[in-house]
């Protein structure tokens, strides 16, 4: 089909923007680079209704996106041009955009998403080729694509969050058009309703949570952090933010960086605290880095001897018990309940919650990361699903960690203030018994009544799980394989502190010692 477009179009170029995981304005390459060229720029995000259908997506997902989406339409609005919502294919949508406005140059963010959005920007890419659309796609964060990453990805990324903030362009000129609206979650076929105790998305939300942090709650972030019940103040709670790109990781780094510049000197806690919280930082880009590099991370194990170790199809009484807080376990049960309710976790209780799935219920990581996934209002393909296969065991180069619940109950929670909380059934359990209900006297009255008897037997599945596993690891031809995977992702930290490539082959077990799949949090 010829393309009809009108002769000042044709004589004043136009540029689309298309927004991804980038919502904002602030510290955008790819709409500073638009705006810095001759001609108008055309800002478009796409609804697509596929991609909602997905079984990793959710209603409280899309909550937070459409928030962040009302920020940014009044954003590019005051800069002279409205955001252009859309719904449908993404090639058929862009297509439609040409055929109106004949547009040849498209720039986005490099977007590290789950599969699904990589075989979609496939399909894009082929459109753009076939059409002469040159689709230029510029990094948002350290994550590169399409280059040997191997040697001194640190020293690159450090130059990255060093580089200057990409300021916000004075002025846009843009095209006449219908802005859209935003469609309810409803239409997409999202049933599940938004908790009010979800944070609240957008990018003036963003800027105040980060200021909050490092200037009130932060101080005791590096203490705090592993505890579900001081972790929701002392943790940044920017994880939401950094996800859909309503505030970039430089920008965080650059603020941290100041903070710790006005704090030198201080012996109150903030600087051992803002340190922790850098390096942590980096670690999200570096696990991203590992879904950029093999994106079928989500879908098949790392390592390939562990496939199907665990039953495809999960127990469903297990699975259930678990996903609604309802194993007899005290602890697991708070904190699933907690996630429910607050779309969020700190990163020592989400691996708990994964690795009991995997190991004393026997789950495979597959479906109970998907429904993690659903849950986590901060969803970040290229955190999780890595972070999913640590914990479970089946990357074949990390410890096997399996998290012992009650003890993490007692030390997390000593009095038990958060498990009373979230698990109220537990009221008349003496504090002495809050975490094994099991053994106190007046268990007849509790157990199977207000509360589920466990639906393991805690030790025994303990035991047939590290048998189970380490039977895998044990097999010839495992470790030779391990060797391949650390050639590939696993890092270290070389003199100065800072994450380096593992090129040269180790024995596995070298890697093994990871402090990263215990803390993550921000």
């Given at each position: ?252 780094v650059q603020a941290t960086a100041r903070r710790q510049a006005e704090l030198k000197g201080s012996r109150s806690g903030w600087l051992s605290s803002l340190s922790s919280f850098q390096s942590r930082l980096a670690w999200r880009d570096h696990f991203t880095q590992k879904l950029e590099d093999q994106p079928d991370i989500e879908t098949k194990c790392l390592h390939p001897a562990y496939e199907g170790l665990r039953p495809e199809v999960p127990d469903p009484a297990l699975f259930l018990a678990w996903k609604t807080g309802q194993t007899g376990v005290p602890f697991v049960d708070a904190c699933m309940r907690y996630l429910i309710a607050t779309g969020w976790l700190n990163f020592r209780m989400r691996a708990m919650l994964m690795s009991f799935a995997s190991y004393q219920l026997w789950l495979d990581w597959r479906s109970t990361g998907l429904h993690l996934a659903r849950l986590f209002t901060d969803y970040e393909p290229g955190i999780h ?138």
């Amino acid at each position: 089909m010829q393309t009809c477009v009108s002769s000042d179009l044709a004589a004043d170029p136009l540029t689309l923007v298309w927004f991804k995981r980038d919502l904002r304005v602030t510290d955008h390459p790819a709409l500073q680079s638009a705006a810095s060229g001759p001609g108008r720029v055309l800002p478009v995000y796409i609804i697509e209704p596929d991609y909602w259908h997905l079984p990793d997506m959710s209603g409280r997902h899309w909550g937070f996106i459409a928030e962040c989406l009302r920020d940014l339409q009044a954003d590019l609005t005051r800069l002279g041009t409205p955001l252009a919502l859309r719904v449908g294919d993404a090639v058929q949508t862009l297509e439609d955009l040409r055929q109106k406005f004949g547009f040849t140059q498209m720039i986005s963010h490099i977007e590290t998403g789950n599969l699904w959005s990589f075989a979609r920007d496939q399909r894009v890419a082929n459109w753009a080729r076939a059409q002469g659309v040159v689709w230029s796609e510029l990094p948002q964060s350290a994550v590169t694509r399409g280059i040997a990453r191997a040697n001194r990805w640190a020293d690159r990324r450090g130059r990255f969050v060093a580089e200057a903030v990409s300021p916000i362009p004075p002025v846009l000129r843009g095209v006449k058009l219908e802005p859209g609206t935003l469609p309810s979650a409803a239409s997409l076929g999202l049933v599940e309703g938004r908790p009010d105790t979800l944070q609240v998305g957008g990018r003036r939300q963003a800027e105040r949570v980060l200021e909050d942090f490092l200037q009130r709650r932060g101080q005791p972030y590096r203490r705090a952090m592993s505890s579900p019940l001081s972790a929701e103040m002392a943790c940044s709670r920017l994880s939401p933010y950094l996800a859909y790109g309503a505030i970039t990781v430089r920008e965080v780094v650059q603020a941290t960086a100041r903070r710790q510049a006005e704090l030198k000197g201080s012996r109150s806690g903030w600087l051992s605290s803002l340190s922790s919280f850098q390096s942590r930082l980096a670690w999200r880009d570096h696990f991203t880095q590992k879904l950029e590099d093999q994106p079928d991370i989500e879908t098949k194990c790392l390592h390939p001897a562990y496939e199907g170790l665990r039953p495809e199809v999960p127990d469903p009484a297990l699975f259930l018990a678990w996903k609604t807080g309802q194993t007899g376990v005290p602890f697991v049960d708070a904190c699933m309940r907690y996630l429910i309710a607050t779309g969020w976790l700190n990163f020592r209780m989400r691996a708990m919650l994964m690795s009991f799935a995997s190991y004393q219920l026997w789950l495979d990581w597959r479906s109970t990361g998907l429904h993690l996934a659903r849950l986590f209002t901060d969803y970040e393909p290229g955190i999780h699903w890595p972070q999913v296969q640590m914990q479970s065991g089946t990357t074949g180069i990390n410890t096997i960690r399996i998290y012992n619940p009650v003890k993490q109950g007692l030390d997390q929670d000593p009095e038990g203030i958060f498990t009373r909380r979230w698990v109220p059934e537990l009221a008349p359990v003496p504090d002495v018994f809050l975490q094994e209900p099991w053994r106190w006297d007046g268990r007849g009255t509790l157990l199977g009544v207000a509360y589920p008897r466990p639906v393991v037997d805690l030790k025994t599945a303990v035991s047939q799980a590290r048998d189970r596993v380490w039977a895998v690891r044990r097999d010839r031809g495992f470790a030779a394989k391990a060797g391949q995977i650390v050639t590939k992702h696993a890092s270290r930290k070389d003199s100065a502190g800072h994450f380096v490539n593992d090129r040269a082959p180790r024995r596995p077990r070298r890697a093994l010692g990871d402090d990263r799949q215990m803390s993550f949090d921000l």
